[in-house]
T-cell receptor
Framework: NAGVMQNPRHLVRRRGQEARLRCSPV?????VYWYRQLPEEGLKFMVYLQKENIIDESGMPKERFSAEFPKEGPSILRIQQVVRGDSAAYFCASSHKGYYEQYFGPGTRLTVT | KQEVTQIPAALSVPEGENLVLNCSFTDSAIYNLQWFRQDPGKGLTSLLL?????REQTSGRLNASLDKSSGRSTLYIAASQPGDSATYLCAVKGGTSYGKLTFGQGTILTVHP
């Protein structure tokens, strides 16, 4: 009865590199959400995906960030050409349906040096 | 645009006290409201979920109430223990984007022996 899994738990990247964050939802959940928690700030919504579709990306930065949730495999949050301001904790959540309770993973802590 | 505010920002109490954490939101058109707990450097643990049609939910020493019309929720913790020390987050789901959660900044609770 595994919950939401995220990997890696910690990721260090140099400025200009790419970061790939993975999220495996609760078994049977087809809705995935990504949130970002910047230092000393609250959790902010980034993107909401349902299998193979982006439902709401209103919180995603316009450049360098992308997300996918393929038919098979985990959801991926990709950050290209990382900058120091991308250093944050990135949390993934999943739910059975869009308006159901969300379950959160342990997060990936990204550090950009 | 939904905004969520939590008061107080921090709270320190002696063990055994009953306490109340407050959450207010600006758009009353919500589907549900969740209370979470976050320990330092960790993910989020869902404590209670209240649907918009409900007035309160209880789990053990925790009781959450919801007054949708006034845009308020409270989390009541009875007989607090040092192990309750954590950041408590309130999040609402609803409005035009039914998937995403909008979070408050959190209340940092310290229960000292």
């Amino acid at each position: 009865n595994a919950g939401v899994m995220q990997n890696p738990r910690h990721l260090v990247r140099r400025r200009g590199q790419e970061a790939r964050l993975r999220c495996s939802p609760v078994k049977g959940h087809s809705h995935v959400y990504w949130y970002r928690q910047l230092p000393e700030e609250g959790l902010k919504f980034m993107v909401y995906l349902q299998k193979e579709n982006i439902i709401d990306e209103s919180g995603m930065p316009k450049e360098r960030f992308s997300a996918e949730f393929p038919k098979e495999g985990p959801s991926i949050l990709r950050i290209q050409q990382v900058v120091r301001g991308d250093s944050a904790a990135y949390f993934c959540a999943s739910s059975h349906k869009g308006y159901y309770e969300q379950y959160f993973g342990p997060g990936t802590r990204l550090t950009v040096t | 645009k939904q905004e969520v505010t939590q008061i107080p920002a921090a709270l320190s109490v002696p063990e055994g006290e009953n306490l109340v954490l407050n959450c207010s939101f600006t758009d009353s058109a919500i589907y549900n409201l969740q209370w979470f707990r976050q320990d330092p450097g960790k993910g989020l643990t869902s404590l209670l979920l209240i649907q918009s049609s409900q007035r309160e939910q209880t789990s053990g020493r925790l009781n959450a109430s919801l007054d949708k019309s006034s845009g308020r929720s409270t989390l009541y913790i009875a007989a607090s223990q040092p192990g309750d020390s954590a950041t408590y987050l309130c999040a609402v789901k609803g409005g035009t984007s039914y998937g995403k959660l909008t979070f408050g900044q959190g209340t940092i609770l310290t229960v000292h022996p």
